[in-house]
């Protein structure tokens, strides 16, 4: 990896860390995730069954130590009986 960084610029010719807001949304989403699955009352190895995955990567998502896949996303969101719903908005 070279020591180039990515930056996404904004209409105002701001510059914003690619990495910084991917760990700033990843952070939110794996809060609601857990948030949803404890209102349920149900365990990592609970949901991972309900999701057919992988009980260890529930660990590392859940911890921030994995990137997960939309599909991955989708099936836990199912295994909650919920649907992940992605939108884009606008910057205030």
């Given at each position: 990896?070279?020591?180039?960084?990515?930056?996404?610029?904004?209409?105002?010719?701001?510059?914003?860390?690619?990495?910084?807001?991917?760990?700033?949304?990843?952070?939110?989403?794996?809060?609601?995730?857990?948030?949803?699955?404890?209102?349920q009352?149900?365990?990592?190895?609970?949901?991972?069954?309900?999701?057919?995955?992988?009980?260890?990567?529930?660990?590392?998502?859940?911890?921030?130590?994995?990137?997960?896949?939309?599909?991955?996303?989708?099936?836990?969101?199912?295994?909650?009986?919920?649907?992940?719903?992605?939108?884009?908005?606008?910057?205030?």
């Amino acid at each position: 990896m070279g020591n180039s960084m990515d930056y996404i610029y904004t209409s105002a010719e701001q510059k914003i860390l690619i990495e910084v807001e991917q760990k700033s949304i990843r952070q939110s989403v794996i809060e609601q995730y857990i948030r949803c699955r404890k209102i349920q009352g149900m365990t990592q190895a609970e949901l991972a069954k309900r999701a057919g995955i992988p009980r260890t990567n529930i660990t590392r998502f859940e911890s921030g130590n994995y990137n997960p896949s939309l599909e991955m996303l989708v099936r836990i969101a199912a295994a909650l009986g919920m649907t992940l719903q992605v939108q884009l908005m606008g910057k205030e």
